[in-house]
């Protein structure tokens, strides 16, 4: 190879070399970590379940995640089953409450103010029958955010919803995306939920009402006949899902 030909081959390399470390560094800007964090502190979270007579809870599961530094998202699945019993009324319940802090935390200087995401979804199955007199429902699906130093940032809640006398709804109920101003400092999630299902005392023969919000197997296919109306639904999403991200402002 002449002189000519080897300065060409190295000022092709130097290039080659220069558009690597732009790539790079690119590449680094992409995935440089949130500007705006949010830190989990306690914890405490319960679900508790109530039966008497003729009756199955299933789930029970609160599950808090961070998929990223600056997100947070909260699921709380259960189902309530309640069938006839020949000598007492039935109804079953499964009560959720949950208590987060979490702390703001603007990472960089530059960073004066932000703003907090809010979105809340409840999917699941109520069923009851025709005969017998059952009821199933939810209610009580709600989120609150609080201070440390007190007040209130955000409190919002899904409607309740019911069925009986035959009646069957598959839910699938959405609110936000809603935004709210958010300084650095400590917060308080506040999420609750209900489900429940009742049955009154029979000596006949009677279909379960439910209240499903988990997905399988929460609910025992025993409680359940091959024909009843929602067979074959996809019960991956099931629950009380909130979705919680913090962005900075500008």
Same mark, same amino acid.
């Given at each position: 190879?002449?002189?000519?030909?080897?300065?060409?081959?190295?000022?092709?390399?130097?290039?080659?070399?220069?558009a690597a470390f732009c790539w790079a560094n690119a590449l680094a800007a992409q995935t440089?970590?949130?500007?705006?964090?949010?830190?989990?502190?306690?914890?405490?979270?319960?679900?508790?379940?109530?039966?008497?007579?003729?009756?199955?809870?299933?789930?029970?599961?609160?599950?808090?995640?961070?998929?990223?530094?600056?997100?947070?998202?909260?699921?709380?699945?259960?189902?309530?089953?309640?069938?006839?019993?020949?000598?007492?009324?039935s109804s079953a319940r499964l009560t959720f409450n949950l208590s987060q802090e979490f702390?703001?935390?603007?990472?960089?200087?530059?960073?004066?103010?932000?703003?907090?995401?809010?979105?809340?979804?409840?999917?699941?199955?109520?069923?009851?029958h025709a005969k017998g007199g059952g009821a199933a429902e939810f209610c009580s699906p709600?989120?609150?955010?609080?201070?440390?130093?007190?007040?209130?940032?955000?409190?919002?809640?899904?409607?309740?919803? $019911?069925?009986?006398?035959?009646?069957?709804?598959?839910?699938?109920?959405?609110?936000?995306?809603?935004?709210?101003?958010?300084?650095?400092?400590?917060?308080?999630?506040?999420? $609750?939920?209900?489900?429940?299902?009742?049955?009154?005392? $029979?000596?006949?023969?009677?279909?379960?009402?439910?209240?499903? @919000?988990?997905?399988?197997?929460?609910?025992?296919?025993?409680?359940?006949?091959?024909?009843?109306? @929602?067979?074959?639904?996809?019960?991956?999403? @099931?629950?009380?899902?909130?979705?919680?991200?913090?962005?900075?402002?500008?």
């Amino acid at each position: 190879m002449n002189r000519e030909g080897h300065w060409i081959m190295k000022a092709l390399a130097i290039l080659a070399l220069g558009a690597a470390f732009c790539w790079a560094n690119a590449l680094a800007a992409q995935t440089a970590s949130p500007s705006v964090t949010i830190t989990l502190g306690t914890r405490q979270g319960t679900a508790t379940p109530e039966r008497q007579g003729f009756t199955h809870t299933g789930g029970g599961n609160i599950d808090v995640a961070q998929p990223s530094s600056d997100a947070l998202v909260v699921t709380m699945t259960g189902v309530a089953v309640a069938g006839a019993h020949p000598c007492k009324n039935s109804s079953a319940r499964l009560t959720f409450n949950l208590s987060q802090e979490f702390e703001i935390s603007f990472e960089k200087p530059d960073v004066k103010a932000a703003k907090l995401t809010f979105e809340g979804r409840i999917i699941g199955l109520l069923r009851s029958h025709a005969k017998g007199g059952g009821a199933a429902e939810f209610c009580s699906p709600t989120i609150a955010i609080t201070p440390e130093k007190g007040g209130q940032l955000i409190a919002v809640g899904l409607p309740a919803r $019911s069925v009986a006398g035959g009646e069957n709804l598959s839910i699938n109920d959405h609110i936000g995306p809603m935004t709210v101003p958010i300084t650095a400092g400590k917060y308080v999630l506040h999420q $609750s939920l209900g489900v429940a299902a009742e049955h009154p005392r $029979s000596l006949a023969p009677c279909k379960a009402a439910s209240a499903e @919000f988990a997905p399988d197997p929460a609910l025992d296919p025993l409680w359940i006949s091959y024909w009843e109306p @929602f067979h074959g639904a996809n019960k991956k999403d @099931f629950g009380f899902q909130i979705t919680l991200k913090v962005i900075p402002n500008g």
